[in-house]
């Protein structure tokens, strides 16, 4: 294991004596983004979220305005899903409920299987790639 370092929990330094700063460091790039809208991609190589902020552009028109896309690696959204499963059933055990409309519902469960028949049609291209 030369030259290379195993860290542990804080920041410890497994099998070593050296402690290095732990946390997140901000790039000067951060932004603080609200949104109360999203899509979401895959494909097997990653995921992509789309953060949008509805806006009122007049009587019954209304847009979505794109705030941000994170894209990111599989495991990276299946270890998002469990954190953000731990920390909405966290604040429901304190502050009730969350309640999803019924429309949304059904919106998101033909969404799951647009995805999920987008991604099968994708991996059966000859070349498992999405290439023809």
């Known amino acids: 294991m030369s030259g290379h370092r195993i860290v ?25 983004i609200y949104a ?18 509805t ?14 896309i994170i ?3 599989p495991i990276t959204a299946k270890i998002l899903f469990l954190e ?5 059933e966290a604040y429901e055990k304190s502050l009730g409920e969350i309640q999803i409309p019924p429309k949304i519902s059904e919106q998101i469960n ?4 647009n995805l999920s028949k987008g991604l099968a049609d994708f991996m059966s291209t000859p070349d498992g790639e999405g290439h023809p």
Request: glycine content about 12%.
């Open 8 to 32: 542990g929990p804080g920041g410890i330094v497994i099998g070593g004596a050296m402690r290095v700063p732990s946390g997140p460091l901000r790039d000067q790039t951060f932004q603080d």
């Open 36 to 53: 109360n809208q999203l899509r979401m991609s895959i494909l097997p190589s990653d995921l992509s979220i789309v953060f949008s902020v």
């Open 84 to 88: 953000m499963k731990v920390a909405i």
């Open 55 to 68: 806006s009122d552009r007049g009587p019954g028109v209304f847009t979505l305005d794109d705030k941000a």
């Open 71 to 73: 894209r990111m690696a």
């Open 110 to 113: 033909a969404h799951a299987e």
